[in-house]
């Protein structure tokens, strides 16, 4: 070969830049190689603790499927349930809307390797209030949250009256006329309420309210409680006898006599009395009977069950954990309370905070409240409740803690809630009753 020949072949970069140049190459390959890996596999750099972490994944499922999502402002064109992997680590803020619902917002943190849940919620339809106009001067709402039927206590020429009314099919049906007062009360676990008026008391079922049992009593009982029992679901007292009330024979059936006029609970047949601060139980067997005494004088035996009872005093609730060596008694804010059927939760508040007692007998501070409540209820199987304050009407999320106003128009006197189709009754400073969907 001529050397004009091996001069047109001779290479242009010196063999020294070329070897550096293929070391450069082979060094970056193995450098940014495992960082592509890692970056796909969901690793990301911290700048703030120059840590390498993990990211992590949020999982949104809510209704209605049809919800716009945002994140950070930037909507999410994907249908719900949707889930948003590879997430860096740190505070989002999530916001989901619908024509004609109440936006929901919160910011939401995604830690590493762990997956951020946004579920359990049901954006809140915008109130139209409509005015049932058949049913006028309501003075009370008695619900059950599993039932459409609630019951009403309202004016009707001049006499007190009783009348179911199903949100549904709008049916109404007399159930009593007194010129007195009736006392009604519901059932905690059950969808029976019991309207007491002069020497009858009757027990009517929110599922067949046209067909109520009345029993014929001495005078109006002094304790009465409910029972978790379909066919027998009450007791009363009379004088110094506790009767139980039975569907199947329409009879009062005598179950327990009492020394003297103290507060009492029956539970798996056995008699529980509170004397003072003492609170003991009636057993033949020596072994089983149990003895507490609490600081204050105990108003009321609220629940018993086999690991804990529930009392009040005039000021505060008190969780006795029973079978314990230590006699455990543990002291909650507050004497109002609310039984959750859906999750068998026990709420109890005062008129500025909530607490929980589940079935285990655990307690959990739920909320503080600056303004003062008046009632709460639960809204849907998630636990989450409607809550009454002197604001108006307030729907909370137990699990994100968001509290949202519902702007009604009106100064909500009562209010009833049917869970399986978001039916919200209410009745205003003026008597007056309207519902909407929520």
């Known amino acids: 070969m001529s050397d004009s020949h091996k001069k047109l072949i001779r290479p242009m970069i010196p063999r020294v830049i070329r070897r550096a140049i293929m070391i450069s190459l082979i060094s970056s390959f193995f450098i940014i190689a495992p960082l592509l890996i890692a970056y796909t596999a969901g690793f990301r750099f911290d700048p703030k603790t120059y840590h390498i972490l993990q990211t992590g994944v949020l999982s949104i499922d809510i209704r209605p499927r049809s ?28 916001r989901i809307q619908q024509e004609n619902y109440i936006s929901w917002e919160q910011d939401i943190h995604i ?21 049932i106009k058949n049913i006028i ?24 009256t009783i009348s179911s009314y199903n949100t549904k099919t709008e049916k109404i049906i007399p159930i009593l006329r007194s010129d007195t007062i009736p006392t009604v009360d519901i059932s905690a676990t059950q969808p029976y309420v019991m ?35 379909k066919f027998q679901p009450l ?28 507060p009492w609970y029956i539970y798996n047949n056995t008699l529980w009395t509170i004397d003072g601060t003492i609170l003991s139980n009636e057993n033949t067997n020596i072994d089983n009977i149990e003895t507490y005494i609490l600081d204050n004088p105990i108003t009321k035996i609220v629940d018993i069950q ?35 059927p859906f999750n068998e939760t026990w709420y109890i508040y005062s ?17 503080r409240s600056s303004d003062e409540i008046f009632s709460l209820t639960t809204i849907d199987e998630y636990n989450n409740l409607a809550i009454h304050n002197s604001k108006g009407l307030h729907l909370f999320n137990t699990t994100f803690y968001i509290w949202q106003y519902i702007d009604l128009q009106h100064t909500i006197k009562k209010y009833s809630i049917f869970s399986p189709d978001r039916i919200l009754t209410i009745s205003d400073d003026k008597n007056n009753l309207y519902y909407t969907q929520y």
Do not use: C
């Open 195 to 229: 309207i007491i008026d002069k020497q009858t008391i009757q027990i009517v079922s929110f599922d067949n309210p046209g067909n109520p049992t009345a029993f014929d009593i001495d005078n109006a009982p002094t304790q009465w409680q409910w029972i978790d029992d």
């Open 235 to 262: 007791y009363i007292q009379q004088k110094n006898t506790i009767y139980q009330l039975s569907f199947v024979s329409a009879d009062m059936i005598a179950k327990k006599t009492l020394k003297k006029n103290i």
């Open 111 to 131: 830690e590493s390797n762990k997956t951020a849940y946004i579920k359990n919620i049901t954006l809140l339809k915008n109130p139209q209030l409509q005015e």
């Open 67 to 94: 919800a716009q999502v945002f994140v950070n402002d930037i909507a999410i064109n994907k249908g719900i349930p949707l889930r948003l992997a590879n997430r860096a680590p740190g505070l989002y803020h999530i």
């Open 306 to 340: 086999n690991n804990y009872i529930l009392v009040q005093d005039t000021q505060h609730s008190h969780l006795i954990a029973r079978n314990i060596e230590t006699n455990s008694i543990a002291t909650i804010e507050g004497t109002n309370n609310y039984y959750n």
């Open 351 to 367: 008129a500025w905070e909530i607490s929980t007692i589940d079935r285990q007998g655990s307690i959990q501070f739920l909320t």
């Open 137 to 160: 001067d309501v003075e009370h709402i008695y619900s059950y949250p599993t039932s459409p039927t609630i019951f009403l206590l309202h004016k009707e020429n001049n006499l007190y």
